[in-house]
């Protein structure tokens, strides 16, 4: 089946504009994570929804990052006055909700490269 | 202290050698663990998860987990180049949340 997308691949914004990144999960997944991820380090965690909800959002570096997940389905991710130290990787991850006591498999879009000029 | 640490690399085998590939948390109460392989300009695609004590077994790709050292490895036996790639350890801590932590990766080259 289908795997989880995301648009758009590419942007390029310039300083001080709006950003918004889309992720289109594997069907059927309940959970939904956005990742950050900088040249040559390991994707850093910036929020999670189970369904709607947004369950944990603690890394989000700052007031101008904003997530939802309105119908439990597709996610935004919107960055407000974009910086240039916004510029990284925004992977987008989804996984079921198996309730083995365990942490479920995470798949992975390919990514939206953001960069900020 | 970050909370998974691993060998930036690079690290370079032969073609045919196993590669060994370590990783440590600080977190006693975290129950999982990935390794997710990622190719350049790619995303992360998973390779194994592991929960328990012990050696888990897949192909070619072993995974080794040590609680008490809190310690968690991947043999990969066989190397061939198309492992060339940068090797992912992510762990989910305790606290409810499903968010996984990640190491900043190990660079791997399997030389022909």
């Known amino acids: 089946g289908a795997g989880v997308s995301q648009s758009p691949r590419y942007k390029v914004a310039k300083r001080g504009q709006d950003v918004a990144l889309r992720c289109d999960p594997i069907s059927g997944h309940v959970s939904l994570f956005w990742y950050q991820q900088a040249l040559g380090q390991g994707p850093e965690f910036l929020t999670y929804?189970?369904?709607?909800?947004?369950?944990?959002k603690s890394g989000l570096p700052s007031d101008r990052f904003f997530a939802e997940r309105p119908e439990g389905s597709v996610s935004t991710l919107k960055i407000q006055r974009t910086q240039q130290e916004d510029s990284a990787v925004y992977l987008c991850?989804?996984?079921?909700?198996?309730?083995?006591?365990?942490?479920?498999?995470?798949?992975f879009g390919p990514g939206t490269r953001l960069t900020v000029l | 202290q970050k909370e998974v640490e691993q060998n930036s690399g690079p690290l370079s085998v032969p073609e045919g050698a196993i590669a060994s590939l370590n990783c440590t948390y600080s977190d006693r109460g975290s129950q999982s663990f990935f390794w997710y392989r990622q190719y350049s300009g790619k995303s992360p695609e998973l390779i194994m998860f592991?929960?328990?004590?012990g050696d888990k077994e897949d192909g070619r790709f072993t995974a080794q987990l040590n609680k008490a050292s809190q310690y968690v490895s991947l043999l990969i036996r066989d190397s061939q180049p198309s492992d060339s790639a940068t090797y992912l350890c992510a762990v989910n801590t305790q606290g409810g949340s499903e968010k996984l932590v990640f190491g900043k990766g190990t660079k791997l080259t399997v030389n022909p």
């Open positions: 991850a989804s996984s079921p909700y198996t309730l083995t006591g365990h942490a479920d498999t995470q798949y």
């Open positions: 592991i929960y328990s004590n």
């Open positions: 929804f189970q369904n709607e909800a947004q369950l944990d």
